[in-house]
Nanobody
Framework: QVQLVESGGGLVQAGGSLTLSCAAS????????VTWYRQAPGEQREFVAV???????HYADSVKGRFTISRDNAKNTVYLQMNGLKPEDTGVYYC?????????WGQGTQVTVSS
């Protein structure tokens, strides 16, 4: 059974940093791309960053140059290093893996950036 568990969220002042983690189990982690999404209150879930099995990376324009996605296959974990945080980065952050026709999501971790 595939499980994704996010952690590392919290309350931070604008300009601060946080590192989120997504720990995966129940799958061959190294073979799968992992994507971070976020959802602000009253908004739709939006793409943040993705890292492929070959460590290709892609970022949303709104986070380019501030966020870095990485993975440690030995720990079955993907990280999202977030620097220069802005109030508009506030939301629940989710990691996602698609295997075949199935999409798997974690429970999310809350990030709140105060101005």
């Amino acid at each position: 059974q595939v499980q994704l568990v996010e952690s590392g969220g919290g309350l931070v002042q604008a300009g601060g940093s946080l590192t989120l983690s997504c720990a995966a189990s129940g799958m061959i982690f190294s073979l799968n791309a992992v994507t971070w999404y976020r959802q602000a209150p009253g908004e739709q879930r939006e793409f943040v960053a993705v890292i492929t099995s070959t460590t290709l990376r892609h970022y949303a324009d709104s986070v380019k140059g501030r966020f870095t996605i990485s993975r440690d296959n030995a720990k079955n974990t993907v990280y999202l290093q977030m620097n220069g945080l802005k109030p508009e980065d506030t939301g629940v952050y989710y990691c996602n893996v698609n295997i075949g026709s199935n999409g798997y999501w974690g429970q999310g971790t809350q990030v709140t950036v105060s101005s």
